[in-house]
T-cell receptor, first 115, second 115 residues
Framework: AQKVTQAQTEISVVEKEDVTLDCVYETRDTTYYLFWYKQPPSGELVFLIRRNSFDEQNEISGRYSWNFQKSTSSFNFTITASQVVDSAVYFCALAQGGGADGLTFGKGTHLIIQP | DAGVIQSPRHEVTEMGQEVTLRCKPISGHDYLFWYRQTMMRGLELLIYFNNNVPIDDSGMPEDRFSAKMPNASFSTLKIQPSEPRDSAVYFC?????????????FGAGTRLSVL
């Protein structure tokens, strides 16, 4: 069975602070894919990043960066210089095998950026 | 390009009534997924299709739930009879290995309230 744990239920920071959202996963597969999605207050789910199990390179996209470490089964997400518009629920998710299967989601982290 | 389109956006019904949720995937995508989001259980996969064929329906909660995909551009999720505990947001997502690298793109969701 596979599992995704986001231990931080809610995080509140002041604008411009850096914030890291934690994600720990469990799977028996050697091939798998990890994802982060954003759910703003409007409710839709917005894709942010996809990473396969063979690519441990960290990735940076603007103010967003992701740290994938297979040794600790973690795929953490950092927002640098946070902005109020970053306020949302962020979900980490796992897809086994080739990545075409359904996603197993974590419970999500509610991020609140205060002005 | 249009994204995944779900209808209706909101549905309010009374216990015992039949409810049909609809989804139009992104053109060219050959995978379609149905998820349910509740406060208690988070985001759960209900069923998914590949080339209009159901692949995994192990997440469908009960026989009251059924899903069909009569063609590549349309899918339905039906609940009959509906119960208050079915109240949730239902998301449809689609993906494709070639076009979308197995990234699932989500519709805006249908918020179902069963009274």
């Amino acid at each position: 069975a596979q599992k995704v744990t986001q231990a931080q239920t809610e995080i509140s920071v002041v604008e411009k602070e850096d914030v890291t959202l934690d994600c720990v996963y469990e799977t028996r597969d050697t091939t798998y894919y990890l994802f982060w999605y954003k759910q703003p207050p409007s409710g839709e789910l917005v894709f942010l990043i996809r990473r396969n199990s063979f690519d441990e390179q960290n990735e940076i996209s603007g103010r967003y960066s992701w740290n994938f470490q297979k040794s600790t089964s973690s795929f953490n997400f950092t927002i640098t210089a946070s902005q109020v518009v970053d306020s949302a629920v962020y979900f980490c998710a796992l897809a086994q095998g080739g990545g075409a299967d359904g996603l197993t989601f974590g419970k999500g982290t509610h991020l609140i950026i205060q002005p | 390009d249009a994204g995944v389109i779900q209808s209706p956006r909101h549905e309010v019904t009374e216990m015992g009534q039949e409810v049909t949720l609809r989804c139009k995937p992104i053109s060219g995508h050959d995978y379609l997924f149905w998820y349910r989001q509740t406060m208690m259980r988070g985001l759960e996969l209900l069923i998914y299709f590949n080339n209009n064929v159901p692949i995994d329906d192990s997440g469908m909660p009960e026989d009251r739930f059924s899903a069909k995909m009569p063609n590549a551009s349309f899918s339905t999720l039906k609940i009959q009879p509906s119960e208050p505990r079915d109240s949730a947001v239902y998301f449809c997502a689609s993906s494709d290995e070639n076009l979308a690298k197995n990234i699932q793109y989500f519709g805006a969701g249908t918020r179902l309230s069963v009274l």
